[in-house]
């Protein structure tokens, strides 16, 4: 039997689905229904229409970007719209789509039906946070109109101090904005799962990705407000005249670059730990199998939330530090990347001796592994202050981090959104236009960044719109890469769409996945569970025998399906 017909055999009758007149979808209409509601499900599909609108927003700044680079010289843009552009780009994709991207939109639909609960602890400051969230991308795509600020998402300073317009201001109270609504979130989930757990739901009976989430709302209460304290002091240099990074009057401009980073490489994680939860999810449904180290997963989630905090030098090699300083905070970059390979030797042991199928999130969750692993792997050349020194502000770190970032975050953003799809919305989605999607994104992305590294090794600095003609065929091959890349981004947008209207209806549990959301109705009613969930088991449970062909014979970690 096709996967694909296991699935449409476990869809429900549509006169008969369970739940779908009183879900959460129809339990109130009309539009103020949805701008006032407290449902997290619902203001969950509320951030997922915010994150979409920056996503189109950041998408068109950079497809600016690679058809001005497409030729050596500068033929479509200004020098300076340039600057505005990868600037733009920059910030919303950071601040206004990647750290809002997972646990904003997945982690709000999933976190209360994960852990059996009702709603979230505090469900008017969730839809507070929405709001919050999109004045800030206002405000930013104000600044950005009323003349954009080109100083490159990190504000450095002198660029966003002595040499920027005013506007630096503006954009500046955009991102502290969003960084409220990311900390209400933050103390928002934390809360929910110290506090709302279903009976018997014990701290090692949570799922991975709710142990993901709760790691990066940590990070996002405890980091979220220093880069408030940098970006105010910024403001405060424009406003008040307060010479805090001006060197000639007292100033340090270092100095900005410490908060900052103290700040931004924790944002790493907030970006890239949900997706290390909806991959632990993803790989262990298909697979079959129950996630080999478990407890190590844990351990590795909270391992990276504090270490986290303690590598932000590493993004200042050339910035004057001492040597001793770059050489600890080398020592900790390597220390922090073994959480990150547990987690990969993890969840290789889980797809060993299972019995895989290829449906279209589990081809998402092995995209990232191996887009995952070449990031991390180039992250440790980017730790060693010898190689740091070469590659710094080339186009070897702009695809570090987004082989990272993008071939991470938002490859498993997708992988989670192809598998709660038919639990959010109640149907199905065509699984051939989804495995191809998948493919395509993972080659596009490919073709996109990797010749980034060789530019970078070669020394093709950053930012620049003009370079010699040795890089052409280089940015020829990521321009044509984006081109597949973007077509993979916007195809699942079209059917995943369409399925709304014309997809078969989802069973409660088309997957046969374990978990506390698929003991619902899909879509889930507004109270979540009608009776309420009373847990006996550890996660992901599956039938013990469940082996790929060939592996029959006994093994030695034997201890899937066993309760505890």
């Known amino acids: 039997m096709s996967g694909d017909t296991a699935i449409m055999e476990r869809a429900a009758p549509e006169e008969i689905t369970p739940g779908v007149p009183d879900s959460y979808l129809t339990h109130e209409t009309g539009i103020l229904s949805w701008l006032l509601t407290e449902d997290h499900k619902r203001i969950a599909l509320l951030y997922m229409f915010g994150v979409t609108i920056f996503f189109f927003i950041g998408g068109a700044a950079a497809v600016v970007m690679r058809l001005e680079l497409f030729t050596p ?81 990190t504000f450095y300073t002198p660029y966003s101090t002595a040499f920027a317009n005013s506007h630096v201001v503006m954009a500046a109270l955009a991102v502290i904005i969003a960084g409220f609504s990311s900390i209400a979130t933050g103390i928002n989930f934390i809360a929910t799962t110290h506090m709302l757990r279903a009976p018997g739901m014990t701290w090692f009976r949570l799922p991975l990705f709710v142990w993901a989430i709760y790691g990066t709302s940590l990070v996002m209460v405890l980091a979220t407000p220093v880069l408030a304290a940098s970006l105010l002091l910024i403001a405060a240099e424009h406003a008040l005249d307060l010479p805090v990074f001006d060197p000639a009057r007292g ?68 910035a004057g530090q001492s040597l001793y300083a770059s050489l600890i905070f080398s020592f900790l970059s390597f220390v922090i990347a073994v959480p990150s390979a547990i987690k990969v030797f993890n969840w290789s042991f889980t797809l060993y001796r299972g019995q895989i199928t290829f449906e279209p999130p589990m081809l998402y969750a092995l995209g990232f592994i191996g887009l995952f692993t070449i990031g991390g792997l180039t992250g440790l050349w980017v730790a060693a202050v010898p190689v740091d020194v070469h590659v710094t502000d080339t186009y070897f770190v702009v695809a570090h981090f987004h082989f990272i970032m993008v071939g991470g975050a938002v490859t498993a953003f997708y992988g989670g959104l192809t598998f709660w799809w038919p639990k959010i919305t109640g149907r199905l989605y065509p699984m051939g236009w989804a495995r191809f999607a998948a493919v395509l994104m993972f080659f596009g992305f490919f073709f996109t960044f990797f010749p980034m590294f060789i530019m970078g090794y070669l020394g093709m600095p950053r930012r620049y719109q003009v370079y010699p003609e040795e890089f052409h065929v280089w940015h020829v091959m990521a321009s044509s890469g984006a081109v597949l890349l973007a077509v993979a981004y916007l195809l699942p947008m079209g059917f995943l769409g369409l399925s709304i209207l014309r997809g078969a209806r989802a069973g409660d549990d088309p997957w046969d996945a374990t978990g506390l959301e698929w003991r619902t109705s899909s879509p889930p009613p507004r109270e979540n569970f009608r009776t309420p969930p009373v847990i006996r088991e550890r996660p992901y449970l599956y039938h013990p025998d469940a082996i790929g062909p060939g592996h029959e014979t006994h093994e030695p970690h034997r201890r899937q399906g066993q309760q505890s």
Not at 85 to 108: A, E, K, Q, R, S
Not at 111 to 136: E, K, Q
């Open 73 to 153: 010289g500068s033929d479509v843009v200004e020098p300076d719209t340039y600057n505005r552009m990868f600037t733009l780009h920059g910030i919303v994709m950071v601040w206004f789509f990647l750290v809002p991207l997972i646990p904003n939109t997945l982690g709000n639909f999933l976190l209360p039906l994960m852990i059996g609960a009702r709603d979230v602890a505090f469900p008017r400051i969730n839809l507070a946070s929405w709001y919050l969230f999109m004045t800030a991308g206002v405000l930013l795509i104000y600044a950005w109109i009323a003349g954009g600020v080109d100083t490159g998402w």
């Open 251 to 318: 100033g340090d401009p270092v100095l900005f670059q410490h908060i900052f980073w103290f700040y931004s490489h924790p944002a790493v994680y907030i970006m890239i730990l949900p997706s290390f939860g909806v991959i632990s999810e993803l790989v262990t449904c298909f697979a079959r199998r129950r996630v080999f180290g478990y407890n190590f997963m844990v351990y590795a989630i909270l391992w990276i939330a504090v270490v986290g905090f303690l590598v932000w030098g590493h993004h200042m090699f050339v």
